[in-house]
């Protein structure tokens, strides 16, 4: 199931008084959850024994708080979480360039950072075309699985 289904799904419960919703893909599980009025769903992978699981992505209404854009009510941006506990690095290397930074366009399938699980160097990747309105992680931190990485405002 691509962003885009599940960006649909979505938007044909918001109007409904359905709770929960999950959608099973072979060894991959979607569930979307309405936690209450006025508070938005959330979309989280079931754990997977892969190691390069891609990011989930999480519809969330919010601005970004510190690059000076006006909030908007109407502005939706993903969510992209962590799909594992470890540490987040912005790059490949300490002094290295970070993948992205705030204001990049990006690309589905584009890089977004590395996380560290058991000293393995995870990549997580973009499932969405759009641009990184937020950066959530300060780099070389520790993160929790489904915390919440990047906002990312869909193209």
């Known amino acids: 199931m691509g962003i885009d289904e599940v960006l649909k799904l979505i938007e044909s419960l918001r109007d409904t008084d359905i709770l929960e919703v999950e959608v099973a893909e072979g060894d991959r599980r979607i569930r979307v959850v309405r936690m209450a009025p006025g508070t938005t769903a959330a979309v989280v992978p079931a ?6 699981a891609p990011a989930a992505a999480t519809p ?46 990006i690309s589905a399938g584009q890089q977004l950072c590395i996380i560290e699980a058991m000293k393995l160097m995870n990549p997580i990747q973009s499932e969405l075309n759009g641009r990184v309105m937020a950066i959530l992680v300060e780099d070389a931190q520790p993160v929790e699985y489904g915390q919440p990485l990047f906002l990312i405002e869909p193209a």
């Open 47 to 52: 754990p997977a024994a892969e190691a390069h």
């Open 60 to 105: 969330a209404a919010s601005s970004p708080s510190d690059n000076g854009q006006a909030d908007s009510a109407d502005s939706t941006y993903i969510e992209v979480t962590s799909p594992m506990v470890g540490t987040f690095y912005r790059s490949s290397e300490p002094e290295a360039e970070p993948f992205v930074k705030e204001q990049d366009r």
